[in-house]
């Protein structure tokens, strides 16, 4: 039997991206993202999960040019949990979301490069292309449209 880890977050970026490299040289990159929860408080407060992000290699750099607080993203990986001891010797155990692609689902500047430029991955296929923009609707009247 084969075992299925896969994780799938949308929302906005709770920091800036902390970018570093380990002593071998390999980028990697950490950040929490805020994602909402659909139950709500009692007096209609929206409520969210920060869940801690860490990406490596070619994403971490992309994710380090391009992102920063504030900014709505998602996120494909996998969830790995670790273990590490305290100062005072009690042993902890934490998770992470590894990211294995991203996508930016918003920019403050709209000219800004998409997330994955010179980046092989996003969700695995690339996005839709529009099939009607280059449909000839040179005549067409912006007063007939109804909305």
């Known amino acids: 039997m084969s075992s299925l880890n896969r994780v799938i977050l949308i929302g906005r970026l709770a920091c800036d991206v902390e970018q570093k490299a380990t002593p071998n040289g390999v980028a990697y990159a950490r ?22 992000i860490v990406a490596w290699d070619r994403l971490a750099e992309i994710c380090g040019q391009y992102l920063t607080k504030g900014k709505l993203v998602a996120i494909e990986g996998r969830l790995q949990t670790r273990t590490y001891e305290t100062a005072d010797g009690q042993k902890r155990s934490a998770f992470d979301v590894v990211a294995d692609d991203m996508r930016m689902l918003s920019t403050k500047d709209s000219s800004a490069p998409r997330a994955n430029d010179g980046y092989a991955g996003g969700f695995g296929a690339p996005a839709p292309q529009d099939p009607y923009a280059n449909a000839g609707d040179d005549n067409l009247d912006e007063d007939n449209i109804p909305f």
Request: proline residues 5%.
């Open 31 to 52: 950040f929490r993202l805020a994602v909402d929860r659909r139950a709500r408080k009692g007096s209609g407060e929206q409520t969210a999960d920060f869940i801690p």
